[in-house]
């Protein structure tokens, strides 16, 4: 159980750099998903809504080991 007195946000937050990568992994895994799946994704770019194809989708696996890594989940695969 979780001892309150001993419990310091900022120790998640550490100054918001695991919270933007617990974020980015999370765009990072929905962009492969649609990539695998062949499903294009909608951008809003330069004030139009944009479809970009499956096939146009960078491949983010370095990325995604990377972001893993930081998170100290380095056993995680893509999409676990």
Same mark, same amino acid.
């Given at each position: 159980?979780?001892d309150?007195e001993?419990?310091?946000p900022t120790?998640?937050?550490?100054?918001g750099r #695991?919270?933007?990568?617990a974020?980015?992994?999370?765009?990072v895994?929905?962009? +492969?998903?649609?990539?695998? #799946?062949?499903? !294009? +994704?909608?951008e809003?770019?330069?004030g139009?809504?944009?479809?970009?194809p499956a096939?146009?989708? !960078?491949d983010?696996?370095?990325e995604l080991?990377?972001?893993?890594?930081? #998170?100290?989940?380095?056993?995680?695969? !893509?999409?676990?």
């Open positions: 159980m979780l309150h001993e419990f310091d120790d998640i937050l550490n100054g #695991l919270v933007d990568a974020l980015r992994r999370g765009v895994e929905a962009l +492969i998903r649609h990539k695998r #799946l062949g499903e !294009p +994704i909608v809003y770019i330069d139009e809504v944009v479809l970009t096939e146009e989708i !960078p983010f696996a370095e080991w990377q972001l893993n890594e930081l #998170l100290g989940d380095e056993g995680r695969g !893509p999409l676990s």
